[in-house]
């Protein structure tokens, strides 16, 4: 995420700005019938596993990020931290 201190945000202010692209995953995996994913889940998930190393993400980099999950990927994750 953003290195440069004018153009960073609080973890809270990202995710209020994310929360529209993973609402969006959250209703694609509701469609192939996957329930019980939460916007708090998806952004802890790709907090620990995404962008954890990455620094200097564009929001759009974060959106794909986010549309990008893969949903094994994601119950791999899932199972281990028992969420």
Do not use: G, S
């Not at 290195?3 to 993973?22: G, H, S, T, Y």
């Not at 990455?54 to 893969?70: M, P, R």
């Not at 949903?71 to 028992?82: L, S, T, V």
């Amino acid at each position: 995420m953003a290195n440069n201190n004018e153009n960073k945000i609080n973890k809270n202010d990202l995710f209020m700005r994310l929360l529209p692209a993973f609402n969006t995953k959250i209703k694609e995996w509701e469609r192939a019938k996957i329930y019980h994913i939460n916007a708090v889940d998806l952004w802890n998930y790709c907090l620990k596993n995404i962008w954890q190393e990455q620094n200097n993400l564009h929001i759009c980099d974060l959106v794909a990020d986010i549309l990008n999950i893969d949903i094994r990927e994601f119950q791999k994750y899932n199972d281990r931290n028992d969420i």
